[in-house]
């Protein structure tokens, strides 16, 4: 049985206005191909998925997050960056928002056990 190892290869590109954005490149590859030390430039192109790099202002401080994007080039990439950036923070505002909700309705439901009296013989949880 053949086995194939994942190879990734990445670089990381960045604009003079902050942008950063990388570029992941997978290839599989034998444990033969390996030991060959095959070119990197054999690695398949088709394989190539671009990631956005942004630092958020965050209560804990600053946070680094990646978020995909899709592109078909390098070029294109860097012009998608904003657009993918801003709908990486809608979706984490989101989580955000559905989190705090579920912790409001926790605090809810505690605030209702603890005034709640017991009667003779039973245990409420």
Do not use: C, W
């Amino acid at each position: 049985m053949k086995i194939n190892i994942p190879i990734r290869k990445v670089e990381i590109f960045q604009a003079e206005d902050g942008r950063k954005i990388e570029q992941h490149t997978t290839k599989f590859m034998s444990k033969t191909e390996i030991e060959e030390n095959i070119n990197e430039n054999e690695i398949n192109q088709n394989n190539i998925i671009y990631f956005g790099v942004a630092h958020l202002e965050t209560p804990m401080g600053p946070q680094e997050i990646r978020f995909p994007i899709e592109a078909k080039n390098l070029k294109e990439a860097f012009y998608n960056f904003v657009e993918n950036l801003n709908l990486m923070v809608k979706e984490l505002e989101k989580v955000g928002n559905q989190i705090s909700t579920a912790s409001q309705q926790d605090l809810n439901m505690i605030d209702a056990m603890e005034n709640q009296k017991p009667s003779k013989g039973k245990i409420i949880f």
